[in-house]
């Protein structure tokens, strides 16, 4: 598969850019049609809309694994062909192989990688204990509940340090406690490390709480976007914060004009 | 506990009523041997060594057509459960040549591989060869689209796909196909020797049937029953261990 390695980006400038993208599958009529949008580095972007509206297919379309129909995709100044060196995905499921630990699975994409991978297996324990799966690394996934699965393959997405985390609605099939729990160590994470983080999601909630600027889709197109000028790191409780309220509310009526 | 007194139960009962029937029907032994009888001439031939020869003889052949079949059926397995082009182009001659009886074969491996062993383990593998395959290629081609692309997402390339992947994905089919084969094996070794082979169970049959000594006949047939039994129970067995804790669901 052609790499291409991508060279970290200064603070401010563009991380992730998409230029007129489109995509329509073989046969098919368009899903993605003239997306123009950019990503600054060390942002967190959340892409806000119904299902089926293309954002997972958008999704796919910056991580490399779809090719764009038209437009061009480019992570922190260069067009990979393919998935590219820096980015990590979190998917949909968790997709752990079930036949390895927790540890295991954390350090699968250092086991896969050709060349040095010093100090990982410290990393990958520092980062399971993190998320409070410290005394979990030697569990099989079956014996794991699932948002500490969910854990493991955020886990698994952050452990070769990626300059861009993509995250495809992760926590949609956990319960609402669990995905708050999630989204604050989340939030913690990327703030930490300072990378830039791409979210698709149909929660407002978890939109306005994790994103400092929600794009709003609908049928393959940008409908409209919404900054969140909330200070970070943004404690739990800011979930019933009237401001909070209000921007959800924005959202909402924006997704029910769209 | 209860579970295997029945099983002895049914066992004894079986033995007992055909030991009956062959006093109350005076059937010619030729045709018929009492229980008693069989029982003698198993010991006698497990107390003279020549039946554990034949035994390892077969085994030997099952074990080593087994092997070849498998050296054979994983490999071009995985080849076609990663190119659908060429499972498409191949799927043909493969169903073409599993329509042929082994059996007619024989005349022709005969010929090119001569009479006795070599001839029983090729006939061997060609009878372990389809399940295996078919076992390699559904396993390997078990995998969610899903684990996929996160191994494109990872750059992985296609070997560290299907060892890391693929492979461990379709571990249950690939063994639950060799399984099958072990059996398999066993009636492709014995089917062998019946044609072309000099030593084996098989060939202790035929030659059974040639002196007209019934008894013989059934007390082979019951070691051949043994083996097949013992090297199914042996891959169960195997099986469980490879997929202890790691895959067990």
Same mark, same amino acid.
């Given at each position: 598969?052609?790499?291409?390695?991508?060279?970290?980006?200064?603070?401010?400038?563009?991380?992730?850019?998409?230029?007129?993208?489109?995509?329509?599958?073989?046969?098919?009529?368009?899903?993605?049609?003239?997306?123009?949008?950019?990503?600054?580095?060390?942002?967190?972007?959340?892409?806000?809309?119904?299902?089926?509206?293309?954002?997972?297919?958008?999704?796919?379309?910056?991580?490399?694994?779809?090719?764009?129909?038209?437009?061009?995709?480019?992570?922190?100044?260069?067009?990979?062909?393919?998935?590219?060196?820096?980015?990590?995905?979190?998917?949909?499921?968790?997709?752990?192989?079930?036949?390895? %630990?927790?540890?295991?699975? #954390?350090? +699968? !994409?250092?086991?896969?990688?050709? @060349?040095? &991978?010093?100090?990982?297996?410290?990393? /990958?324990?520092?980062?399971?204990?993190?998320?409070?799966?410290?005394?979990?690394?030697?569990?099989?996934?079956?014996?794991?509940?699932?948002?500490?699965?969910?854990?493991?393959?955020?886990?698994?997405?952050?452990?070769?340090?990626?300059?861009?985390?993509?995250?495809?609605?992760?926590?949609?099939?956990?319960?609402?406690?669990?995905?708050?729990?999630?989204?604050?160590?989340?939030?913690?994470?990327?703030?930490?490390?300072?990378?830039?983080?791409?979210?698709?999601?149909?929660?407002?909630?978890?939109?306005?709480?994790?994103?400092?600027?929600?794009?709003?889709?609908?049928?393959?197109?940008? %409908?409209?976007?919404?900054? #969140?000028? +909330? !200070?970070?790191?943004?404690?739990? @409780?800011? &979930?019933?914060?009237?401001?909070?309220? /209000?921007?959800?509310?924005?959202?909402?009526?924006?997704?029910?004009?769209? | 506990?209860?579970?295997?007194?029945?099983?002895?139960?049914?066992?004894?009962?079986?033995?007992?009523?055909?030991?009956?029937?062959?006093?109350?029907?005076?059937?010619?032994?030729?045709?018929?041997?009492?229980?008693?009888?069989?029982?003698?001439?198993?010991?006698?031939?497990?107390?003279?060594?020549?039946?554990?020869?034949?035994?390892?003889?077969?085994?030997?052949?099952?074990?080593?057509?087994?092997?070849?079949?498998?050296?054979?059926?994983?490999?071009?397995?995985?080849?076609?459960?990663?190119?659908?082009?060429?499972?498409?182009?191949?799927?043909?001659?493969?169903?073409?040549?599993?329509?042929?009886?082994?059996?007619?074969?024989?005349?022709?491996?005969?010929?090119?591989?001569?009479?006795?062993?070599?001839?029983?383990?090729?006939?061997?593998?060609?009878?372990?060869?389809?399940?295996?395959?078919?076992?390699?290629?559904?396993?390997?081609?078990?995998?969610?689209?899903?684990?996929?692309?996160?191994?494109?997402?990872?750059?992985?390339?296609?070997?560290?796909?299907?060892?890391?992947?693929?492979?461990?994905?379709?571990?249950?089919?690939?063994?639950?196909?060799?399984?099958?084969?072990?059996?398999?094996?066993?009636?492709?070794?014995?089917?062998?020797?019946?044609?072309?082979?000099?030593?084996?169970?098989?060939?202790?049959?035929?030659?059974?049937?040639?002196?007209?000594?019934?008894?013989?006949?059934?007390?082979?047939?019951?070691?051949?029953?043994?083996?097949?039994?013992?090297?199914?129970?042996?891959?169960?067995?195997?099986?469980?261990?490879?997929?202890?804790?790691?895959?067990?669901?």
């Amino acid at each position: 598969m052609p790499t291409e390695p991508i060279a970290p980006a200064p603070p401010g400038a563009a991380a992730i850019t998409l230029a007129g993208v489109g995509y329509a599958p073989p046969g098919h009529p368009p899903i993605l049609a003239g997306i123009d949008w950019t990503v600054p580095a060390g942002a967190f972007h959340a892409l806000l809309g119904r299902s089926g509206c293309g954002k997972t297919t958008l999704l796919k379309l910056t991580a490399g694994l779809l090719p764009p129909g038209t437009g061009t995709v480019c992570l922190e100044g260069r067009a990979p062909q393919g998935p590219a060196e820096g980015v990590g995905f979190v998917f949909q499921t968790p997709t752990l192989l079930d036949w390895s %630990t927790a540890l295991e699975n #954390v350090l +699968l !994409p250092l086991s896969l990688r050709r @060349g040095p &991978r010093r100090g990982g297996r410290d990393r /990958a324990l520092a980062l399971l204990d993190g998320l409070g799966l410290g005394s979990l690394a030697g569990r099989y996934p079956r014996q794991l509940s699932g948002g500490q699965q969910a854990r493991v393959a955020i886990a698994r997405a952050l452990v070769d340090s990626p300059r861009v985390l993509l995250l495809d609605e992760p926590f949609s099939s956990l319960d609402a406690l669990t995905r708050e729990a999630l989204q604050e160590d989340l939030a913690a994470l990327c703030a930490r490390d300072g990378v830039t983080a791409l979210l698709v999601t149909h929660d407002i909630a978890e939109a306005v709480f994790l994103a400092d600027r929600v794009v709003l889709m609908a049928a393959g197109r940008i %409908t409209g976007e919404v900054t #969140v000028d +909330l !200070p970070h790191p943004r404690p739990p @409780g800011i &979930r019933y914060d009237p401001g909070f309220n /209000a921007r959800c509310r924005v959202l909402r009526e924006a997704l029910d004009r769209a | 506990m209860i579970h295997r007194l029945t099983h002895l139960l049914l066992l004894v009962a079986l033995l007992g009523g055909w030991e009956l029937a062959c006093r109350l029907v005076p059937l010619p032994e030729l045709v018929l041997p009492r229980p008693g009888r069989v029982a003698a001439v198993l010991a006698e031939e497990l107390a003279g060594g020549r039946l554990l020869r034949h035994m390892a003889v077969t085994a030997g052949e099952m074990v080593m057509g087994l092997a070849a079949g498998a050296a054979f059926a994983l490999p071009v397995g995985a080849l076609l459960a990663e190119s659908p082009a060429l499972r498409r182009l191949a799927h043909p001659y493969l169903v073409a040549s599993q329509v042929v009886p082994k059996l007619a074969l024989a005349p022709l491996f005969l010929l090119w591989f001569g009479f006795g062993m070599r001839s029983i383990i090729v006939i061997t593998a060609l009878v372990c060869f389809f399940p295996l395959l078919e076992n390699t290629v559904t396993g390997l081609g078990r995998v969610d689209a899903s684990r996929l692309e996160l191994f494109r997402m990872l750059r992985a390339n296609r070997w560290q796909t299907l060892l890391r992947l693929r492979l461990p994905t379709g571990l249950p089919v690939i063994l639950a196909g060799f399984r099958v084969a072990v059996v398999l094996a066993l009636v492709g070794a014995v089917v062998g020797e019946f044609i072309m082979g000099r030593e084996g169970l098989g060939a202790a049959v035929m030659a059974a049937q040639g002196m007209m000594d019934t008894a013989l006949m059934f007390a082979l047939l019951l070691a051949i029953a043994a083996l097949g039994s013992a090297a199914y129970q042996g891959a169960l067995l195997a099986e469980r261990l490879i997929l202890s804790e790691r895959f067990d669901s």
